[in-house]
């Protein structure tokens, strides 16, 4: 059985998010999400660049 979200209240963007939707679900096989990187590791690496990158900011400023 395939899920399904019923919205009482329609606006502008209901026909988006419902053309959204069914391509999502019409290719989900093919696009094989179990396969995709995981999000997290990558916000992870992106944190840890950000946070190296201030620090060096902070304890190397530039000099003129």
């Given at each position: 059985?395939?899920?399904?979200?019923?919205?009482?209240?329609?606006?502008?963007?209901?026909?988006l998010?419902?053309?959204?939707?069914?391509?999502?679900?019409?290719?989900?096989?093919?696009?094989?999400?179990?396969?995709?990187?995981?999000?997290?590791?990558?916000?992870?690496?992106?944190?840890?660049y950000?946070?190296?990158?201030?620090?060096?900011?902070?304890?190397?400023?530039?000099?003129?």
């Amino acid at each position: 059985m395939k899920n399904k979200v019923i919205v009482k209240d329609r606006d502008e963007w209901s026909s988006l998010a419902n053309f959204i939707g069914n391509i999502i679900a019409k290719y989900a096989d093919e696009i094989d999400f179990d396969s995709l990187p995981d999000p997290d590791v990558y916000l992870q690496k992106r944190y840890i660049y950000e946070s190296y990158k201030a620090y060096m900011r902070y304890h190397h400023p530039k000099t003129k």
